[in-house]
């Protein structure tokens, strides 16, 4: 079946750093990806998302870029801020489901 | 607007009881979803709706069963609880298939 992962479970990023979470899929038939973003209690919370027919989509201090070639999604987070320490999911859409990444937690250290 | 919300936040369960999750939006979305969240992973999906009356296996449905008779509401039953079923429980909506989906709060559920 299709998986789709992460390459580090945990990430320590300095205050004001840029960080960079990667995921890869083995299926190359998804049509769109989104990354969440989960806080401690929380439910995900969509941050972004990109379609197959782009390789990069910029919102606000975050990108995502998608390189179909090697199946790799990343997400960058610019000037990283205390409040982005959460864990973060990668998600693809095969067929009617997503099937999610097992998360990379990052934490911001001052 | 509330967005998403279920009950209850905490619950737990006896090997062999039965409960019922619940889950409502009011967002008018199409498309609602149940997963499970095990320590450390990715969520799976238990099941999902395309609207009211229609509903659909998902990743991990076994041991659970779900009905959607309106637009808002997507209740999850588990019937005959198992120590296997722990684990914390999110529901989902979203406004079409290849559109993000806003998750609740989740239900966390022990089976002792």
């Known amino acids: 079946g299709e998986s789709v992962g992460l390459h580090l479970p945990t990430l320590s990023v300095q205050e004001g750093d840029n960080s960079i979470i990667n995921c890869a899929y083995s299926?190359?038939?998804?049509?769109?990806f989104i990354w969440y973003k989960q806080e401690s209690g929380k439910g995900p919370q969509f941050i972004i998302d990109?379609?197959?027919?782009?390789d990069k989509r910029q919102g606000q201090r975050v990108t995502v870029l998608l390189n179909k070639t090697v199946k790799h999604l990343s997400l960058q987070i610019a000037a990283t801020q205390p409040g982005d320490s959460a864990v973060y999911f990668c998600a693809g859409l095969y067929g009617q489901n997503f099937v999610f990444g097992p998360g990379t937690r990052l934490s911001v250290l001052p | 607007n509330a967005g998403v919300t279920q009950t209850p936040k905490f619950r737990i369960l006896k090997i062999g009881q039965s409960m019922t999750l619940q889950c409502a939006q009011d967002?008018?979305?199409?498309?609602m979803y149940w997963y499970r969240q095990d320590p450390g992973m990715g969520l799976k999906l238990i099941y999902y709706?395309?609207?009211?009356?229609?509903?659909d296996k998902g990743e991990v449905p076994n041991g659970y069963n779900v009905s959607r008779s309106t637009t808002e509401d997507f209740p999850l039953r588990l019937e005959l609880a198992a120590p296997s079923q722990t684990s914390v429980y999110f529901c989902a909506s979203s406004i079409g298939q290849v559109r993000d989906q806003y998750f609740g709060p989740g239900t966390r559920l022990t089976v002792t």
């Open positions: 990109i379609r197959s027919n782009m």
């Open positions: 709706s395309v609207g009211a009356g229609i509903t």
């Open positions: 967002m008018n979305h199409n498309y």
């Open positions: 299926n190359s038939a998804s049509d769109y």
